[in-house]
């Protein structure tokens, strides 16, 4: 057994004793095990110190915070858990995990406790859909965050660019206006834009802003969408930004999410999100953001982590429904959002006094809280791993000029279909 199987064996052992260390202690008070995967680790820190709090409040229950790993080391180590019969009182993870957690029956449906106490209605209705899967509810949103464009001021300026883009043809132009070859020699120094290249969820995730953006659906009655008039227009512009004139570079595979060009000023503009902001601070960068620009509906690709709570017992879980009613109240949510980027899940906690003086200090967020409506989250069933790993590759196959939009999203589309007909005959449409 090689020492990298041997270290996973050792991590799942430690964090399935971790589930089963849940047990009362003798003075009545429930101890809940939080799995969990916050980064930096500074972030860590701030959660710890939340997490602190609701236990000082709440005396008969004390909540454990576990750091499992970054998210996509966490999967097996939670399905394993699952399966076990050791899992986690509390999840912290994404919503494209709901799927596989319902299949596998580690789930209790929230309903029961919103029927009494509807929460729900505090958050943004366009966080809400990803709580809901067949018909129930299975998380809460604990943060979230979208995506938008940064631009680099210094490069604005000196070309005379004083107004952003709104559409993506003015977008494709001024990518295009940006991108500068000095010498002459067929290779600019500078790009205007960076495309994530790449078959990973980062390449996805960007794409899927641009793909709604055309007003498409991955998924119609659970059947696939790739290879539609939303698809083959989305791909087709990205394509765009790669033909002459060039408008746009290509990450490092896989790296898409990486600022290095951008800080050397190779990159005029680029995606990513709100958790940016302490990179961005930390190198001094003279920095801008706007929104994605609008294609035929105004669109971003949404982001941030659920709260699941797993099946455990009744009074474990009325336990946990306390500490998810603590998650969405405002002195959580602005606390969490003001020391970590993330944006807060209600209007309420958006409109406090300390967030408005945060985003005061930090106007660059702004627009990611102005884009909370116009989101739209990945989808929540069981084969979204799979189809995204056949969507990934079709992009990248046109990136690299391997493939036409209509080509790679036709052949996608037919691997998509039979993915989701392999599903199990309950998880069949």
């Known amino acids: 057994m090689g020492s990298h199987s041997k270290s996973l064996l050792i991590g799942l052992a430690t964090l399935l004793l971790l589930g089963c260390a849940s047990e009362k202690p003798k003075d009545g008070t429930i101890e809940l095990t939080f799995w969990h995967g916050a980064n930096p680790p500074p972030n860590r820190i701030v959660l710890e110190k939340l997490v602190d709090r609701f236990n000082q409040t709440h005396p008969k229950i004390r909540v454990r915070a576990i750091y499992a790993g970054d998210q996509d080391q966490q999967i097996p180590k939670i399905l394993a858990a699952v399966i076990g019969g050791s899992p986690p009182d509390l999840l912290w993870y994404n919503a494209t995990l709901t799927g596989q957690l319902v299949k596998n029956d580690a789930l209790f449906p929230l309903d029961p406790f919103l029927f009494k106490e509807p929460i729900l209605d505090r958050v943004y209705p366009s966080l809400r859909t990803a709580t809901r899967y067949r018909g129930q509810t299975w998380s809460i949103p604990f943060d979230t965050n979208n995506l938008g ?5 210094r490069i604005f300026q000196a070309a005379g660019i004083k107004t952003t883009p709104r ?11 940006l991108t500068v070859d000095r010498n002459g020699d067929g290779r600019p120094e500078q790009y205007g834009f960076r495309l994530p290249l790449g078959k990973g969820e980062w390449t996805v995730f960007n794409w899927l802003a641009f793909y709604w953006g055309a007003g498409g659906q991955l998924l119609v009655n659970g059947q696939p969408q790739f290879d539609s008039p939303a698809g083959r227009k989305a791909l087709g512009y990205w394509r765009d930004f790669l033909s002459a004139p060039k408008g746009a570079s290509l990450s490092q595979p896989e790296q898409g999410y990486d600022f290095t060009d951008f800080f ?3 990159v005029a ?31 971003t ?3 941030g982590e659920q709260l699941f709570l797993l099946k455990t017992t009744p009074e474990r879980q009325r336990a946990s429904w306390e500490f998810a009613k603590y998650v969405l109240s405002p002195e959580f949510q602005t606390a969490w959002a003001t020391k970590t980027g993330y944006l807060p899940v209600t209007p309420e ?12 200090k930090h106007p660059q967020l ?11 989250s990945r989808p929540l069933d069981p084969t979204y791993a799979q189809l995204s790993d056949t969507l990934g590759q079709a992009i990248e196959q046109v990136l690299q000029g391997m493939s036409t939009p209509e080509q790679a999203l036709a052949a996608a589309q037919q691997e998509a279909l039979l993915i989701v007909r392999s599903q199990p005959g309950d998880f069949k449409r």
């Open 149 to 153: 464009i940064f631009y680099n001021r």
């Open 167 to 177: 559409t993506w043809k003015a977008f494709l132009a001024l990518a295009r206006k």
């Open 264 to 266: 050397a000023g190779r």
């Open 269 to 299: 503009m680029l995606i990513s999100g709100p958790w940016t902001l302490g990179d961005l601070t930390e190198n001094s960068m003279d920095y801008g953001t706007f929104a994605l620009p609008m294609g035929d509906v105004p669109a």
């Open 301 to 303: 690709s949404v982001g």
């Open 349 to 360: 906690a958006t409109k406090s006094h300390s967030y408005q003086q945060f985003l005061f």
């Open 366 to 376: 702004k627009v990611f809280v102005e884009q909370l409506p116009y989101g739209y």
